[in-house]
């Protein structure tokens, strides 16, 4: 069954410690994104990246970072830099190319108190 | 840089009402694409226009894009409780050398049966 999957769902963290979010597809898609929402709020874009080992900051980039080791995973690591870090964090990812449509995963909610 | 504006942000209707929600954007798009997100979930695709003057129609759903490939619509017809969610659009950038789209801060509707 094909898809994108984001563990976990949710997330609790005392505030200055690091934490991973994990985000898998078996699409075989090239383009990843991770994108931040906040209560009431549109989507904003934290990272991308267009194809293995390559990937660009966004919007919002401060605080956190991510690899693309491999074509499947786009982990994003939330660090203790990030001010405001407790929101729903969103993967998404699509073939690669402009004018396809983005496939979400789940979401992870994570709290930092 | 480019931006993407979304009205209203909420709106409460009857079931049986119709709704519109208008997606604005700060510079001339590529393409657009229409996503929902139900309560508690996550984004769904709807739609993707791409030509100026672009209507397209999926039942009781109308997308339209704007002549100038700068704003776009979604008007729903007769609208039932499961059309309640968050409606965004997203910009794609004139730019296709960049997979980066931009959404609009989202319209939350509400249906009361």
């Known amino acids: 069954d094909g898809g994108i999957t984001q563990s976990p769902k949710y997330l609790f963290r005392k505030e200055g410690q690091n934490v991973t979010l994990s985000c898998e597809q078996n699409?075989?898609?090239?383009?990843m994104y991770w994108y931040r929402q906040d209560p009431g709020q549109g989507l904003r874009l934290i990272y991308y990246s267009q194809i293995v080992n390559d990937f660009q900051k966004g919007d919002i980039a401060e605080g956190y970072s991510v690899s693309r080791e491999k074509k499947e995973s786009f982990p994003l690591t939330v660090t203790s830099a990030q001010k405001n870090p407790t929101a729903f964090y969103l993967c998404?990812?699509?073939?690669?190319?402009?004018?396809?449509?983005?496939?979400f995963g789940p979401g992870t909610r994570l709290t930092v108190t | 840089g480019q931006q993407v504006m979304q009205i209203p942000q909420y709106q409460h209707v009857q079931e049986g009402e119709d709704f519109t929600t208008y997606c604005n954007s700060s510079?001339?798009?590529?393409?657009i694409q229409w996503y929902k997100q139900r309560p508690g979930g996550h984004p769904v695709f709807l739609i993707q226009?791409?030509?100026?003057?672009e209507v397209k129609k999926q039942k009781r759903l109308t997308f339209q894009f704007g002549e100038a490939k700068k704003n776009s619509s979604l008007h729903i017809t007769a609208t039932q409780t499961t059309d309640v969610g968050t409606y965004f659009c997203?910009?794609?950038?004139?730019?296709?050398?960049?997979?980066?789209?931009?959404f609009g801060t989202g319209t939350r509707l509400k249906v009361l049966a």
């Open positions: 998404a990812s699509s073939p690669g190319q402009l004018f396809y449509e983005q496939y």
């Open positions: 226009l791409v030509k100026s003057g």
């Open positions: 997203a910009g794609g950038p004139r730019d296709s050398g960049t997979y980066k789209y931009i």
């Open positions: 510079t001339t798009l590529s393409n």
């Open positions: 699409l075989n898609h090239d383009a």
